[in-house]
């Protein structure tokens, strides 16, 4: 069995993370619950760090809080001097209400509406990455009616998309993201931006895919984009500081995966940086990546109770736990794979094989398919493993089930981060409805 971080099985068989018996985190907040190791975000976050440290390079590590947005994880981002990616109103307020230093947040998205960039504004952000042409207008009427300068990159799609080991390369890309570096749109918003008034390009952001187990195609991105940058030099002088390469460090889910050490990805990028830049004669931009599951992914175990359980004779057992696609949408979504262990007995012979099903009213409602266990009974603590990453933060209340709370573990500590939903806040937003009558 693979341990993350921290996590060990102690003397009571029992599955401990960050100092603290997962058994008893049960006991104590319910099930589900969302456990972080934040000792393991701290190693990922100044691992990332050190590496650009030690190749004495200018960047920056922003946290891609989609991964896991909340206050305490915005505060621990921040006393480990990260950046913060945020790509809605919502983060970007939960990243002001932790009180996460404004001019080290950088603001995605495909769609911002006018609000979000004038809170952008009105906040006096680090850093928008620009994803349109609409988004340009936009910020050019804010910027000149404020009179405000504000620092952008322009995201692109350089035609490489990647994932785990396989990468494709396209002269196009048919992404909703972004300028394509390949077809004249980089160099239409280039020409729309870099002499603008207010608007300060920094240069140009790309984030390639997920899961990525090898350096090669984060090379080959930042090859064409420093080539784009390179030549607008030559062209006009302009002289663009920063080559953002986005996230996309893979992480080990099962034994299937096979992820770098953060050092080996980010020595590989600066390895290319420094040549690219110095076979186009330009100077050696700052390098800022975004990674967001590498950071949070393994850090993060869900706990679940054990309840009903069926076999399908010849078939399948199917063990059901009080959590599901509500809390973890990916194994529905994307037939994402997961590890588990069962806490309560750790060291148990792993004689029987489970399909763990959710309790939403979805055939499709399975976490893990034929997870490997000890006989189970109603009652028992079924530990996911690394749900840290797009888990809570894409649950929903579907079936009105209340999302699930959240703690934070660390040197034998833990603590409520999080506060599970209650049946009243699941009503909080609805109003009755009385059908009006004319007179
Ligand atoms: C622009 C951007 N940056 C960073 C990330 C984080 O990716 P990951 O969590 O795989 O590191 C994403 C994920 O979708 C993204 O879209």
Same mark, same amino acid.
């Given at each position: 069995m693979h341990l993350y971080g921290t996590q060990k099985i102690n003397a009571q068989g029992h599955l401990e993370i960050g100092g603290t018996d997962a058994v008893e985190l049960a006991k104590t907040y319910g099930t589900p619950l969302f456990v972080y190791d934040i000792a393991l975000f701290r190693e990922r976050a100044q691992a990332f760090q050190k590496t650009f440290e030690e190749a004495g390079i200018g960047y920056q590590v922003a946290y891609a809080s989609k991964a896991f947005s909340s206050i305490a994880i915005y505060q621990v981002a921040a006393e480990e001097n990260l950046s913060l990616d945020v790509v809605s109103g919502g983060e970007l307020y939960t990243a002001l209400k932790a009180g996460f230093p404004k001019e080290k947040i950088h603001f995605h998205g495909n769609n911002k509406s006018l609000e979000e960039l004038e809170m952008a504004f009105e906040e006096g952000i680090g850093c928008i990455v620009v994803d349109n042409f609409h988004e340009i207008g936009q910020l050019k009427k804010i910027s000149k009616d404020?009179?405000?300068?504000?620092?952008?990159?322009?995201? %692109?799609?350089?035609?490489?998309? +990647?994932h785990t080991h396989d990468y494709i390369t396209t002269g196009q890309e048919d992404s909703k993201f972004g300028f394509d570096l390949n077809n004249g749109q980089a160099d239409d918003a280039f020409g729309q931006t870099h002499e603008h008034k207010y608007l300060k390009l920094l240069g140009l952001h790309c984030h390639i895919g997920s899961q990525i187990f090898d350096t090669a195609a984060f090379r080959m991105a930042a090859e064409k984009l420093i080539g784009k940058m390179s030549a607008w030099h030559g062209e006009t002088g302009y002289l663009c500081p920063v080559l953002n390469l986005g996230g996309g460090?893979?992480?080990?889910?099962? +034994?299937?995966?096979?992820?770098?050490?953060?050092?080996?990805?980010?020595?590989?990028?600066?390895?290319? %940086?420094?040549?690219?830049?110095?076979? +186009? %004669?330009?100077?050696?931009?700052?390098?800022?990546?975004?990674?967001?599951?590498?950071?949070?992914?393994? +850090?993060?175990?869900?706990?679940?109770?054990?309840g009903s359980m069926k076999e399908v004779p010849g078939t399948r057992k199917y063990a059901a736990v009080d959590g599901g696609m509500s809390d973890n949408i990916r194994p529905a979504l994307y037939g994402a794979k997961y590890s588990s262990l069962v806490a309560n007995k750790a060291e148990a012979a792993l004689t029987e094989h489970y399909t763990i099903a959710g309790k939403c009213c979805e055939s499709g409602d399975k976490l893990i398919e034929d997870a490997e266990l000890p006989p189970l009974e109603a009652g028992d603590i079924l530990s996911v493993f690394c749900t840290g990453a797009y888990g809570y933060s894409m649950a929903s209340n579907y079936n009105r089930l209340a999302r699930p709370a959240v703690v934070f573990v660390e040197d034998g500590g833990h603590q409520l981060v999080v506060k599970r939903e209650t049946l009243e806040d699941l009503i909080g937003q609805d109003m009755s409805y009385r059908k009006q009558v004319k007179s």
């Open positions: 404020r009179k405000q300068p504000m620092n952008i990159l322009l995201r %692109v799609t350089p035609g490489i998309e +990647a460090f893979g992480i080990r889910y099962t +034994a299937e995966d096979e992820p770098l050490e953060p050092s080996v990805y980010v020595k590989g990028m600066i390895e290319t %940086v420094k040549e690219t830049a110095a076979a +186009a %004669v330009f100077p050696l931009p700052e390098i800022w990546i975004e990674p967001g599951r590498s950071l949070v992914g393994d +850090a993060g175990t869900t706990l679940y109770t054990v």
